[in-house]
């Protein structure tokens, strides 16, 4: 029982470094670009 503990431990562990590592080091930057649409006021 012990070992399954500190597998899952060990995993974890592992699992959070990797999710912060992907969180520094991965590209999450929106593309950025200009949006135009046309609007129409007062229309009667």
Do not use: C, H, N, W
Not at 1 to 24: C, E, H, S
Request: charged residues 20%.
């Amino acid at each position: 029982m012990g070992r399954i503990i500190k597998a899952l431990v060990v995993l974890l562990i592992f699992g959070f470094i990797g999710l912060t590592g992907y969180a520094y080091l991965g590209d999450l930057s929106p593309e950025q670009g200009e949006v135009k649409k046309p609007v129409v006021l007062d229309a009667e």
